[in-house]
């Protein structure tokens, strides 16, 4: 039988003829595999491929393994011999004239100058791609998702163990907010708390976390009716389940060094001092870093060499960025510059940085990566996913999101002697979008709805909406305000990377920007002589209420301490307005139309909700009361101090923003329901 010819396919060829991996390959060319492999992808070296039998197995052919080899000593040949013609034949080259002629002498000029060139240009091509980050890889790229929970009702805050082993989250799967936990690939969720804890829900800091060697969930927590940052603490609960007991007193928030030798941790103190203790004991010195008055110091985060602590800073709760200070404290360096919502920072490595971040508009939050040398975010995820926690394990190979689609709906209550049921609340039916951010007038609602392209203001009467206003891309911010006599309406949005103020007709006519070069927050409010707007601006670096004309004369300030969210009444007499966070809570204060301080009743309350509403008449305001999640409304006597509980609303009825109707009857509400589940990413090894 003669010898197959290289045209034969596999199947014609004598099963001698076949060598069945690698070792075989470079056996029978007397190579190592490492330079049998390297043939075959640098010299054509025939190679095949099993298709259907275990990844990455080849086979060969002796016989087209030595036509290769033959040919291969034959190009070889022919290369020696032309170089040793060369070598033989050529001339000797003329002896060097020790002084070039000026047109050499020009002609090597030119081709220094242009070699020169090259170089200044490669080097500059370089430079360009790595500041541009031309060869920047998503982190997440190549993850592989899956959904760990999903439960109906809220699952937030998502940590897992430093291992990758454990996930806790916080649920309100059996009635009440909880912590539970699962160990990863069981499939079996327990809830660890059992309503034995206080309150859990913060969404301003990372509220869950566990112990270095993964035995106990700890968890931030606040007393149950408790109002002052000295009942704030870290407690924690077995992981394999047990008692909750204190774990860090009187410590808002805490990181443990990849090593578990050093603790960095902050107090729910003003600024959230900063301290930085060896071992478990919590340090007796002196913060290394404390926020400017005004600010928060959230979320601090090792770096893997113990160097940095990262932190997120700035004013509470969209004005935020990511800062890094040395361990042994110094002054702070700032690594992002999104100035929004800025959340749960991550390190996979030294140089690799993830965190939550929401877009100027106020649309998100999203995740993101930056490489904390070269400093330029990348988004990671697509408008269709937004996330409220994330947490990683030691090694940055598991990261633990938390995915949540929020929606939210329009409620009508009566105000009656008794505290209203949820059972009371009738929903508000409309024929467009979701709505929020509602406000009564004389006969009609005013809400909010979001589009693919910017939020829309409508106008409700009996049961029909009529559009007001819209922008491109813009997002409407604190809520429309409508004036004393219900005729004119002022708003707030953020469009093209400004803030503008807008003042229009209560039938959406004569729409005009009032102000486009102030960094306005919160909420709006019509003065009662409807001849200004008072609302809060960002001056150097702090907000304070700030009066604008509607005429076009210029603005100016009326309270030079922190103060946001006016609420005018109706005698025009005074206005109230919120002071700073001090840990979760904050103060309402008053004072008179010259500036000077008001009296007002003691009036601490819980952040999550700053919107309030004076009564017909001036003499109660209306207020949200009750824990950060979960607020119902109460009325205060501002001339007596009595309070009265307006609604009693069960746990999963989540009022943001509401409002009260001219003649004191009626309530709107805005309801928040979060549908979220838990994700777990499994990154590839590098």
Sequence with gaps: MGEPSLSSS?????????????????????????????????????????VHDRIGSVYAFRTELDAWARGRNLRAAENNWTHNASSVDAPAPPPISPILPSTSRARWKLVLLLAGLAVALALGATLWLQRTEHFWRNPIADARFETVTDF???????????????????????GT????????????FHNLTHGRAPELVNPSIRTLGFSPDGSLVTFWARRPGGSSSDEIGIWAVPTLGGEPRPYLEGVAEFDWSHDGSRLAYHTPGPGDPLFVSDGGLLSAERAIFTAPVGLHAHFPLWSPDKKFIYFVQGSLPDKLDIWRIRSDGGSPERITSHNTRVTYPVLLNRRTLLYLASDPDGSGPWLYSMDVERRIPHRLTSDLERYTSLSASADGRRLVVTRTIPDRTLWRLRIADSPAAASEALPIPLTTSPGFSPRLGPDYLLYVSATGTGERIWRLVNGKSTELWHGEGARVFGGPAISLDGRHLAFSVRQNGQTLLYAMQADGTNARVVADSLDLQGNPAWSPDGQSITSAVADHGTPRLFRIPIDGRPPTPFILDYSVDPAWSPDGRFVVYSGPDIGTTFSLK????????????????TRGARRVAFLAGG???????????????????????AERQLTNLAPEFDIQDFDI????????????QARSNVVLLDLPRP
């Excluded at 897992?160 to 806790?168: C, E, P």
């Excluded at 907010?177 to 079996?188: A, F, K, L, N, R």
């Excluded at 008053?590 to 309350?605: D, G, M, N, S």
Aim: net charge negative; glycine share 6%.
């Design 177 to 188: 907010m909880d912590v539970w936990i699962m160990q990863e690939g069981s499939g079996e």
């Design 590 to 605: 008053a004072v008179t139309v010259e500036a000077a301080p008001h009296p007002l009743p003691e009036l601490t309350l």
């Design 10 to 50: 596999p199947s014609e060829r004598p099963i001698e003829d076949r060598l069945d991996s690698w070792k075989e390959i470079a056996a029978y060319l007397k190579r190592d595999v490492k330079t049998v492999q390297r043939w075959e992808k640098r010299e054509g070296m025939p190679v095949h491929r099993h």
């Design 661 to 672: 109707s001219p003649d004191g009857h009626e309530v709107v509400i805005e309801r928040v």
């Design 152 to 174: 109906e009702g809220q699952e937030q805050a998502a940590a897992v163990s430093r291992d990758g082993h454990f996930i806790a989250f916080l649920s309100d799967r059996d």
């Design 619 to 641: 003499r109660a305001l209306v207020l949200l009361r009750g824990e950060i999640q979960h607020k119902n409304l109460w009325l205060i006597d501002l001339e007596t101090g």
